[in-house]
């Protein structure tokens, strides 16, 4: 059964960093791309980031390029997002998800992302 379970959200100051992690079980990294989504209650869900299945290819949002990096560590099964110059527009809950078996490249669009993470909480606040 396909899992994917987020961790290390938190409460940061503006400027602050965070770094996400996505464990993943019941496939193997390198046979799908991997996202990382956020969305704010009432709102729409939103790319940030994603990551190929070969880890050679990286996508991300305007709103956080030269901020946020996504990366990948395939003998523990998890990606994650390392995020930096953090700012109270970035809080949000955060998800990662999987496309399906040997979709691998990168779309950053929630509709080609078909299992998803319960979501992280992130809040950038003085």
């Known amino acids: 059964q396909l899992q994917l379970v987020e961790s290390g959200g938190g409460l940061v100051q503006p400027g602050g960093s965070l770094r996400l992690s996505c464990a993943v079980s019941?496939?193997?990294?390198?046979?799908?791309?991997i996202g990382w989504f956020r969305q704010a209650p009432g709102k729409e869900r939103e790319a940030v980031s994603c990551?190929?299945?070969?880890?050679?290819?990286?996508e991300y949002a305007d709103s956080v390029k030269g901020r946020f990096t996504i990366s990948r560590d395939n003998a523990k099964n998890t990606v994650y997002l390392q995020m930096n110059s953090l700012k109270p527009e970035d809080t949000d809950v955060y998800y990662c998800?999987?496309?399906?078996?040997?979709?691998?490249?990168?779309?950053?669009?929630?509709?080609?992302?078909?299992?998803w993470g319960q979501g992280t909480q992130v809040t950038v606040s003085s």
């Open positions: 998800a999987a496309r399906s078996r040997l979709r691998r490249v990168c779309v950053l669009s929630p509709s080609h992302f078909s299992s």
């Open positions: 990551i190929s299945s070969s880890g050679s290819s990286t």
């Open positions: 019941g496939f193997t990294l390198d046979d799908r791309a």
